[in-house]
């Protein structure tokens, strides 16, 4: 008897099966999946397969079968968006009004190593950065309720032509998602009595192209987002524009925003060029934005909103709401695994990433049975090391296999001889 069965109390009965009562994936490969998701809810170490599998008293071997199968793949999808549908159905039983924001961002996850699939150098805030790029999608209801969409795994040249596919950009990736999913995205928004006019999206200058922002109308949805220097606003670059009508005159705004449960005031200055034509566009509202610090000069910010009503102050704030996806970036990397899943074949990565996705959104569901939010792997060991101790007990002979698995785990912890 080793220390497996008394470290290993889940019983797989009590945890949800998330791929589905309906899945044909064989019942070992969905055990793996409930077992690897809890591992993935704990918090307090990394997430490899090693400790993950110790953890969970399952087998590396188990584990890494799971990730490799194709069919995994596609059960996850499934369950990803019937987790979604949950979760958006739960917030449209309030019968509330409800604001609504669709955040697009892209992160990068490093990845280190030689052949590995599907990397390539991509900027970052910290420079160049050798990974995996992801387009995130997501919901943000109230400016505060934040419901993870999508995560699309940006194909490099030679990846996409070794699966037979045809090389896609980011533009064109976020455009496909959005005429497969718009339609079905926004019947689910009518349900909560949000129409489309009410809905809008939040990009940052890495999406300032004409084709993303028509798409954008085309679904009668608006947009709030930065755009580059050298975009065209009224005929002229957008800092030329400004520079060159210095009759917009400069106003002062501040905004709160919350840090770590403080409150912080942030004080910018700003100048507002309303029914101003973006290029390949049409009419939208212009706001030269620049923070106000002292002793500092700071870099101007260029933003734009196709809802013509929408006063400067509004868009700044609308716009500062885009900051909740890099704060969901930092807890799928810190405590979800985004950054631990150390395998070679991407398929088994996308899968990883496709786990991490459910897990988090098994936390904002509340599932009975699952770990908690913030639950250490040391309190759920100890927890499962005292279950199982419980159930040895009430067998025949119990103690005394209970008294031979702590001689066997004594002798592991402890020095022994003089």
């Known amino acids: 008897m080793g220390q497996r069965n008394i470290s290993s109390g889940i019983k797989l009965s009590e945890i949800p099966n998330l791929l589905g009562q309906y899945s044909r994936v064989r019942r070992e490969v969905a055990a793996s999946v409930q077992l690897y998701v809890v591992a993935l809810m704990l918090t307090g170490y990394q997430k490899s397969l090693t400790d ?29 968006n019937r987790h979604i ?31 590995v699939e599907n990397t390539s150098f991509y900027h970052s805030a ?6 995996h790029r992801l387009t995130n999608i997501s919901l943000l209801l109230n400016g505060e309720f934040f419901i993870p969409l999508a995560s699309l795994p940006q194909y490099t040249k030679k990846y996409a032509r070794s699966l037979g596919l045809c090389y896609q950009t980011e533009t064109e990736m976020l455009q496909e998602w959005m005429r497969v999913n718009m339609n079905d995205l926004l019947h689910q928004m009518a349900q909560m009595a949000v129409p489309a006019q009410d809905i809008t999206f939040l990009l940052d200058a890495g999406y300032d192209t004409q084709s993303v922002q028509q798409e954008i109308l085309q679904y009668n949805c608006h947009f709030n987002m930065m755009i580059k220097c050298s975009r065209s606003v009224g005929g002229r670059q957008v800092d030329k524009y400004f520079r060159q009508n210095r009759y917009l ?7 709160n925003k919350k840090i770590s449960g403080k409150t912080k005031r942030r004080e910018f200055r700003i100048r507002v060029s309303t029914e101003v034509q ?8 212009a706001v030269c934005s620049e923070k106000v610090v002292k002793g500092r000069r700071n870099p101007r910010r260029y933003l734009v909103s196709s809802r013509k009503s929408s006063s400067g102050r509004n868009i700044l704030l609308n716009y500062s709401l885009r900051w909740s996806v890099e704060t969901w970036h930092k807890i799928m990397k810190q405590d979800y695994g985004w950054n631990d899943g150390s395998v070679h074949h991407f398929r088994s990565m996308e899968n990883h990433l496709k786990l991490c996705h459910l897990a988090y959104l098994c936390h904002l569901i509340n599932y009975r049975s699952m770990p908690c939010q913030k639950t250490s792997v040391t309190s759920f060991v100890a927890y499962s090391t005292v279950k199982s101790a419980r159930l040895l007990v009430t067998q025949a002979g119990g ?11 004594k002798k592991g912890i402890f020095y022994h001889g003089a």
């Open 126 to 131: 910290s420079g160049k950065i050798r990974g």
């Open 52 to 80: 993950m599998a110790k953890v969970t008293g399952s087998s590396i071997d188990s584990f890494s079968r799971m990730l490799a199968n194709p069919s995994v793949g596609e059960k996850l999808q499934a369950a990803l």
């Open 399 to 409: 103690m005394e296999a209970l008294d031979d698995e702590i001689r066997s785990m």
């Open 85 to 115: 549908r949950r979760v958006i159905s739960a917030k449209k039983r309030t019968g509330k009004k409800v604001s609504v924001h669709i955040i697009i961002d892209s992160t990068v996850i490093p990845r280190v190593g030689r052949n």
């Open 278 to 285: 973006l290029k390949g566009v049409g009419p939208v509202v």
């Open 249 to 255: 005159a400069w106003s002062s705004i501040r905004l």
